[in-house]
T-cell receptor, first 115, second 115 residues
């Protein structure tokens, strides 16, 4: 089974609108971390936001927030007030404590912001 | 704080030639990862080091790929001989283990083209 599933290969959003990128995960480890990374066309992977499995509140970092629904095993990324510079690939990832802290990545979602 | 350094940024070689990539992680980061990212896909783990020991190399094609992390700091990934399907971006990443979120920080990557 896939550890991380991103079902949206491509998404479009109007500038200044909000957009949600979906991510579901599969783990039996009670201790894990969820991450979102942005990869612009330049190729570098940029860390955006982190959510720990024991965190009670949803993580927020500026315009980024993580909608963490533990029972549903989903960790959707919400980008508010989209900007043209948000156009990029977005990857969801998970780190499990019981697998030597190995990271599992999804297949990514390509986001295009339309002016 | 300096980020993860990688060199070279770009490399073009012919099939059957050899190539080496270098990575210097963030100071103090004990864990170092090499990922292969083929165009349009998510990163695939090749090898994970904890200090100078290998934690996971299950997906490293050992007949042609090798990696070392002498002295537990910088690391070298080698391909010998290269095949056409090795064309990809090779990403190095590091994280601090021993507490905290274990965020993965990536270098700029090396884009390899095998002709």
């Amino acid at each position: 089974a896939q550890k991380i599933t991103q079902t949206q290969p491509g998404m479009f959003v109007q500038e200044k609108e909000a957009v949600t990128l979906d991510c579901t995960y599969d783990t039996s480890d009670p201790s894990y971390g969820l991450f979102w990374y942005k990869q612009p066309s330049s190729g570098e992977m940029i860390f955006l936001i982190y959510q720990g499995s024991y965190d009670q509140q949803n993580a927020t970092e500026g315009r980024y927030s993580l909608n963490f629904q533990k029972a549903r095993k989903s960790a959707n990324l919400v980008i508010s007030a989209s900007q043209l510079g948000d156009s990029a690939m977005y990857f969801c990832a998970m780190r499990e404590a019981n697998t030597g802290n190995q990271f599992y990545f999804g297949t990514g979602t390509s986001l295009t912001v339309i002016p | 704080e300096a980020g993860v350094a990688q060199s070279p940024r770009y490399k073009i070689i012919e099939k059957r030639q050899s190539v080496a990539f270098w990575c210097n992680p963030i100071s103090g980061h004990a864990t170092l990862y090499w990922y292969q990212q083929i165009l349009g896909q998510g990163p695939k783990l090749l090898i994970q080091f904890q200090n100078n020991g290998v934690v996971d190399d299950s997906q490293l094609p050992k007949d042609r790929f090798s990696a070392e992390r002498l002295k537990g700091v910088d690391s070298t990934l080698k391909i010998q001989p290269a095949k056409l399907e090795d064309s990809a971006v090779y990403l190095c990443a590091s994280s601090f283990q021993g507490g905290g979120t274990g965020i993965l920080y990536f270098g700029p990557g090396t884009r390899l083209t095998v002709t």
